[in-house]
């Protein structure tokens, strides 16, 4: 938003433009909803917000709660329709600003090498992919059937979260609300550099703060599947604290919450 130097995004070539359009949306807003200390402290001045904000962590994540339970989590498997006997890993990757066939458009290039994880893995896990609702491209998954399931069908992500054993993303916000299970996360970064250094950039110190290894290759996400256990136990120290950080005020309470704080502001807007 306001903190962007540039902009990369189809239909969008100056960034004042840019940056006007959306400090006149966010005037719309009445409320805005935070996560942790350190988004309050963003989003009041990436979007030059000064209304309410409301810092009880995110409603949509309220589930990753209550269901995260294995009654629950083989519950959310059968009615996804995926196996029950295998580990599941979820690639969640997001889009490119500078990919795109036009306005709400967006390309993406599969750098995962799925034949290589199927004949490395296909006995133990099954892979479900989600892209972007931005990414347009429909990945033909049809050689990877019963190991490659599209996640990009169901409409709940948060369910995906619940029922898989690892994360696969890169620069997705979605590893925020995946460190509320505490399960594993890898980072597949093949384009680091050119996504922080000219797409994108990065509010915090990637190497130093994401609580699971930064890839670039196969033969290094290979060898880290391999080796989940010893990463729970080299990320220990960095995910403690990011949880700390970034996870803060989630608690499965916060649609209630949400509710009271919008209930009560309109019992004195009525009176």
Known sequence: ALDMEDVFMVGETDINEYKKHFAKNVQTWDYLISQNAFSSETFARAFDFHKKMLEIGYPRNDILFRDNNEEAIKRHKKMLGLPKDKKIILYAPTWRDDEFYGSGQYKFTLELDLDRLKKEFGDEYVIVLITHYYVVDALDLTPYKGFVYNGSVYNDIARLYLISDVLITDYSSVFFDYANLRRPMIFFMYDLEKYRGTLRGFYFDAEAELPGPILQTNDEMVDAIRHLDQIEVDYK?????????????????STEKVVKAVSVSYTHLTL
């Open 237 to 253: 120290e960095k995910y403690d604290a990011f949880y700390d950080k970034y996870c803060a005020w989630e608690d499965g309470t």
